[in-house]
């Protein structure tokens, strides 16, 4: 059975950083696009954070952001397609949220994921 674990998250104030981690394992075909989303206390709907599309190897992968976190999010791979990192700098009160990692085994990444992590709260305050 597959699973993502998420390890990160936590409190930080308002401008500082935070760094989330997730890592695939037990699925029987390799990602082809990780992401993470958030939902934010009241909110119905997951919002796409960030998304990375592997190319023929993590070298030419493609990134996507938000544009509420553009400039200030970073999502990376490090040679390992079953593992993203999402860097958070210059954190505002309003990415309070609880952020789950989501990937795409198997599947086309035009998709709605087939995986998802437990998630991770990550709070910011002024």
């Known amino acids: 059975q597959g699973q993502l674990e998420e390890s990160g998250g936590g409190s930080a104030r308002t401008g500082g950083s935070l760094r989330l981690s997730c890592r695939a394992s037990?699925?029987?075909?390799?990602?082809?696009?990780m992401a993470w989303f958030r939902q934010a206390p009241g909110k119905e709907r997951r919002e796409e954070v960030a998304?990375?599309?592997?190319?023929?190897?993590?070298?030419?992968?493609?990134?996507n952001y938000a544009d509420s976190v553009k400039g200030r999010f970073t999502l990376s791979q490090n040679n390992d397609k079953n593992a993203v990192d999402l860097q958070m700098n210059s954190l505002k009160p309003e990415d309070t949220a609880m952020y789950y990692c989501?990937?795409?085994?198997?599947?086309?990444?035009?998709?709605?994921?087939?995986?998802w992590g437990q998630g991770t709260q990550v709070t910011v305050s002024s």
């Open positions: 989501a990937a795409w085994h198997g599947i086309s990444c035009i998709s709605p994921p087939n995986s």
């Open positions: 037990g699925y029987p075909y390799d990602s082809n696009c």
């Open positions: 998304r990375i599309e592997d190319g023929s190897s993590t070298s030419n992968a493609v990134t």
